[in-house]
């Protein structure tokens, strides 16, 4: 009987509050909310939006864009020895360095220059990003989830 009792208090409660906010005020400006500044990416966890930081959002690592593009940029140049050495040393053990020169000196003849990023995102995790950037005038080229890590405080390609 306690808990039906309990249970009616609630709901006459509830009602009183729902009421009142129901209630038309002409004499008062409308107050919208602010919407609070969202700093991550719900539904990815373990993200950070601050450089190195586990958190919840996308990093902003000016570091990794930058050795990203780099890469890119030797990659689409033909600037083999460049391109080359931002591969981790663990994919320097398994790519070849003499077809890396072929599909570098191919994409050389292909682009010829540098291609700014039309898209560009990093998912870091302290010492690895999963990048992802998209070129538009180059789709066929477009990166997702592309494997970067960070060693010795440099960021190499590690997706071989």
Known sequence: MRLIQLAAT????????????????T????????????????????????????????TLDADLRYAVQSYSD???????????????????????????ATDVQTAATTY????????????????AAYVTYTYKTAPEINESGQLWSRLDGSWLFDAC
Do not use: K, W
Not at 81 to 100: I, K, M, N, W
């Open 74 to 100: 030797a990659y689409l140049t033909g600037d083999v020895e460049t391109a080359y050495g931002y591969l981790s040393p663990r994919c320097q053990t398994v790519v070849d360095h003499d077809g890396f």
């Open 112 to 127: 010829g220059d540098p291609l700014p990023f039309q898209v560009y995102r990093a998912s870091e995790f302290g010492d």
């Open 27 to 58: 004499g008062s400006a409308a107050i919208t909310p602010t919407a609070p500044r969202v700093t991550t990416v719900p539904g990815i966890p373990g993200i950070s939006s601050t450089p190195g930081i586990p958190g919840n959002g996308p």
């Open 10 to 25: 609630v709901a006459a409660a509830m009602l009183a509050v729902s009421a009142c906010g129901s209630q038309a005020d």
